[in-house]
């Protein structure tokens, strides 16, 4: 059931997130590969944005989900001591203009709750698929994704350094025999094809156009947004997610941003979701909000746990490893 109280739904999702980090793990770094990507048992349809890493954060076998009268009318029920899962959408709301007469949309973040099948009994097994298993090896899905990226920038080898340069609109990646293996290197390069997304002729994300430097707070949502990004197309390619080998710094890292901005991460992780759609050629039927509702730009920036956040991602090759200012 829509929940209609005064809840603030910012709050849940980021409570969820740092739950997460607190025991060590990386929401947007766990793979959904072997169970697939959380869906609606009755519609088939995926569930999007902050939803990806909060449902697959629960590890069940299978990624099927719905909700309490979904599962009743199946012949269901929900096993005794069950706890809910929340899933957060977008909502808009009208309201007219009173000097100029024009209807407004203003998104209001909400939220329901569903139960995933192994929560539930009695729910026939028949109605229940299989988790989707990729046919293709994933370095060939991934050569596949980068082919068919609408407006896919050039992609060059002059340095060894991954990075993307949003003034000529280029990418950079060292040589492939240069990673640890072939699968690192998709994942570098992924990150940084989410970069650029947001470029004027793609996505015009503002954090991307006009950030000033890894100081600032429109570098920690640009760099939120490349991670998760680039953690759903490892996933869509089948390319499994390996924790880092410092996840103290990354994560004490996000821990303070988390707690300093509770909208920070529903704001990233929707940019992320837009980023991907983009780089797969998908146009989703929901539309999402763009730059309302941002993070305030009165977070104050720590510039020591900002380096950590990057500079873990430095492990696999020399030089630095993101965006070019």
Known sequence: MLQQNKIDVYTIVTNRIIEHLEKGVVPWRQPWTDSGLPKNLITGKPYRGINVWLLSTLKYPRNFFLTLKQANNLGGVVKKGEKANEVVFWKWLESQDKETGETKKTPLLRYYKVFNVAQCEGIPEDKIPQAEKKENPPLETCEKIIKEMPKCPKIQFNEQSAYYNKAEDFL???????????EDYYSTLFHELVHSTGHNERLNR????????MRSNDYAIEELTAEMGASYL????????????????????????????KRFVVYASS?????????LDIMPKEKEPDRLDAPSEKVIVDEERTGQITKVREKLIEGPIGLER
């Open 271 to 279: 940019h992320a979701q837009r980023a991907t759609d983009f780089i």
């Open 206 to 213: 503002r954090e991307l156009i006009e950030s000033r430097g």
């Open 172 to 182: 950079n990646m060292p040589k492939m025999e240069t990673f640890t293996k072939s």
């Open 234 to 261: 490892n996933s869509y390619a089948g390319i499994p997610i390996e924790q880092l080998d410092n996840n103290a710094a990354y994560i004490n890292g996000w821990l303070e941003r988390l707690k300093q901005d």
